[in-house]
């Protein structure tokens, strides 16, 4: 069966834009040292204008099915993107198709390159994991026609299609709960500065001002380990000594605080509770078992990629945005 695929921008009209020849934008894409450097930012200018994707595929392909989709995660060591994937090739082994999957360091540049390089290849549809992307992502997916998939929030506006849950409401929810057992110096850890670590910062932010309660917040861009984790927590001890809760934005963060309490005799959760956020089974084998925020990730990748294979096989998706549903674990940490 062949698909429709749009007529990409090709280098004559990146030439004709900016009045110069074909041969020229063909040196600066082979090495754009070649050509002079006003030259070297006005042709990529174009490029992003345009939203140019170099074609990798034979031309006898390029308006047939690759049968491939591509996958941008943010991190490929972090464990919820592993699950994610899981689900996705639960759908795509059994249906036929391949799946190409780059990263990109929570990077909206990277991101665009990692696209636009996916995008060359004449893949099928693209699964995105993050809802901050660059005008020239955008105008490449736009032109490329492929259908899209972005996971990990159901509220955020989508490009396409979207599987994911409700960020704000989950941390809002969760902080109520600490509150409820008796919590009222709630601090919130978070890492990376990702748009979804602002979300629950928010939702956070609302649970404490619904109780008329005090927020303080430690943020950095750093990426989440147990390392700082255990940071976090002294640099909280000397700044805001009366805390008796901790929220991290994910699993990473809570478990380093929950084993430098352990190191430094800080009993949890008597003189501090914690939660964290993904549910990693790790936090259940620990002692205490770790509170958290379950997200299904393995159902969230399977629902992705029946939402993307309907569409690049021309069924009709009736629900563009599905939000799923997560599970509050309280464990034994509050």
Known sequence: MRINKKRRTGLQ????????????????LRDPTLVSEPLQLQISA??????????????????AKSHAIGIVFPSLTNQVFADILKGIEMVTDVKGYQTMITHTGYSSEKEE????????????????????????????????????????????????????FDNFT????????????????????SARQDQRSIIRQKGYEK??????????????TESS??????????????????????????DDLALGVLLECQRIN?????????????GHKIGQYMNPKLA???TPRIEMGKIAAELLLKRINGETVDQKVIELSVEYLDGESI
């Open 207 to 220: 649970a404490m001002d619904e109780a008329g309660l005090k927020s303080f917040t430690l943020a950095t």
């Open 170 to 189: 989950a941390t809002k929810n969760m902080i109520h709960r600490m509150i409820d057992r008796g919590r009222r110096n709630i601090v919130y850890f």
């Open 292 to 294: 958290s925020i379950l």
């Open 13 to 28: 009209e990146i030439a004709n834009l900016i009045g110069v020849s074909k041969m020229t934008v063909s040196r600066f």
């Open 266 to 278: 800080i009993e949890v959760p008597k003189q501090i509770a914690i939660v964290g956020f993904h």
């Open 225 to 250: 380990s147990y390392d700082l984790g255990a940071r976090f927590l002294h640099k909280i001890l000397k700044e805001y000594p009366c805390v008796d809760g901790i929220f991290s934005t994910n």
């Open 113 to 164: 390159m990692r696209v636009r390089s996916l995008l060359a290849y004449n893949i099928d549809g693209l699964i995105l994991t993050e809802r901050n992307h660059s005008a020239a992502t955008r105008k490449m997916i736009e032109i490329s026609e492929v259908p899209v998939v972005e996971l990990m929030d159901s509220v955020s506006p989508c490009i396409d299609m979207a599987v994911g």
């Open 46 to 63: 174009a490029i992003d204008k345009l939203g140019y994707i170099p074609n990798k595929a034979p031309d006898m392909l390029s308006n």
